[in-house]
Nanobody
Framework: QVQLAESGGGLVQAGGSLRLSCAASGRTLETYTVHWFRQAPGQEREFVAN????????IYADSVKGRFTISTDKIRSAAYLQMDNLKPEDTATYYCVLATGIDGVLHDFWGQGTEVTVSS
């Protein structure tokens, strides 16, 4: 019903920046929350940030607060994760997740992930 496609990952040196994009297609949604999660090799998936479609302050994991910025563009049906001052520990596969209710049922739609590698 909703398809997500992340892009923008790559290799960057520590201290550098990347901007991840998440393009949504399919069903038009009025209310939703966009999350970014990440998973490093051999580690559990962890929450990075989220933002609600109806406004309010974005929420960030402590590990990225002050360095990452989440945003959305409703016209382009896209979400973004601006990552600045990257650290080697930010190396992971990053996933965009869209959570929404459809016909009274909560759904989570996941993208395929985009890899980020930060070299020291």
């Amino acid at each position: 019903q909703v398809q997500l496609a992340e892009s923008g990952g790559g290799l960057v040196q520590a201290g550098g920046s990347l901007r991840l994009s998440c393009a949504a297609s399919g069903r038009t949604l009025e209310t939703y929350t966009v999350h970014w999660f990440r998973q490093a090799p051999g580690q559990e998936r962890e929450f990075v940030a989220n933002i609600r479609s109806n406004g309010g302050r974005p929420i960030y994991a402590d590990s990225v607060k002050g360095r990452f910025t989440i945003s959305t563009d409703k016209i382009r049906s896209a979400a973004y994760l601006q990552m600045d001052n990257l650290k080697p520990e930010d190396t992971a596969t990053y996933y965009c997740v869209l959570a929404t209710g459809i016909d009274g049922v909560l759904h989570d739609f996941w993208g395929q992930g985009t890899e980020v590698t930060v070299s020291s």
